[in-house]
């Protein structure tokens, strides 16, 4: 159960795009569509962007997407405001019901 | 309104124990998954153990190395987590999360603190 690997930082102007990477293997990220990625404000617990690599919840707005080819999955976040400065997490399946999280990238606005 | 609420955490000595609850309400507890995840200060997420609806399976990370279990009692929504033999290491926010679509619901977290 080794973390899975993302960038510590990003960062874009408000109105750009930016695209968060999430690497595993083929024993996670690789070989289930239930890579997740989640929004942590500081001092707040983490909130759901994407599930199933590729969903949105209700409520999230659609300037988020997920994406994945082979190991590596991607959050990309379209139109970038300033409330979306946070620090982001993907979560990946890692076989029968046990999970990792990469490190986190901190996006900041610039 | 759906939510989860955790509970138990503090200081503890190492070597020590301590056992975390989880009061869920709002929605059909014995229904959904659920599972713990803790994050050390100042670092990231790191997800701790899981157990199926109807406690059939039960998943632990590899680093816990047996010292933690992880418990629910569907008849009153609740979720715990007994933590043995803790260690310095062990020191986090740690919270409870439903599996709703990824993790959905998440509680502020109880923060444990093992020092001497």
């Known amino acids: 159960q080794s973390a899975l690997t993302q960038p510590r930082s990003v960062s874009g102007s408000p109105g750009q795009s930016v695209t968060i990477s999430c690497t595993g293997t083929?024993?996670?990220?690789?070989?289930?569509?239930?890579v997740s990625w989640y929004q942590q404000r500081p001092g707040k617990a983490p909130k759901v962007m994407i599930y199933?690599?590729?969903k949105r919840p209700s409520g999230v707005p659609d300037r988020f997407s997920g994406s994945k080819s082979g190991n590596t999955a991607s959050l990309t976040i379209s139109g970038l405001q300033a409330e979306d400065e946070a620090d982001y997490y993907c979560?990946?399946?890692?076989?029968?019901?046990?999970?990792?999280f990469g490190g986190g990238t901190k996006l900041t606005v610039l | 309104e759906v939510q989860v609420v955790e509970s138990g955490g503090g200081l503890v000595n190492p070597g020590g124990s301590l056992r975390l609850s989880c009061a869920a309400s709002g929605f059909t507890f014995s229904s959904y998954d659920m599972s713990w995840v803790r994050q050390a200060p100042g670092r990231g997420l790191e997800w701790v153990s899981s157990i199926r609806s109807r406690s059939s399976y039960i998943y632990y990370a590899d680093s816990l190395k047996g010292r933690f279990t992880i418990s629910r009692d569907n008849a009153k929504n609740s979720l715990y987590l007994q933590m043995d033999s803790l260690r310095t290491e062990d020191t986090a926010v740690y919270y409870c999360?439903?599996?709703?679509?990824?993790?959905?619901?998440w509680g502020l977290g109880t923060m444990v603190t093992v020092s001497s």
């Open positions: 999360a439903r599996d709703g679509g990824g993790f959905d619901i």
């Open positions: 979560c990946s399946n890692a076989g029968s019901y046990t999970w990792v």
């Open positions: 083929s024993r996670d990220v690789g070989a289930y569509n239930y």
């Open positions: 199933d690599v590729s």
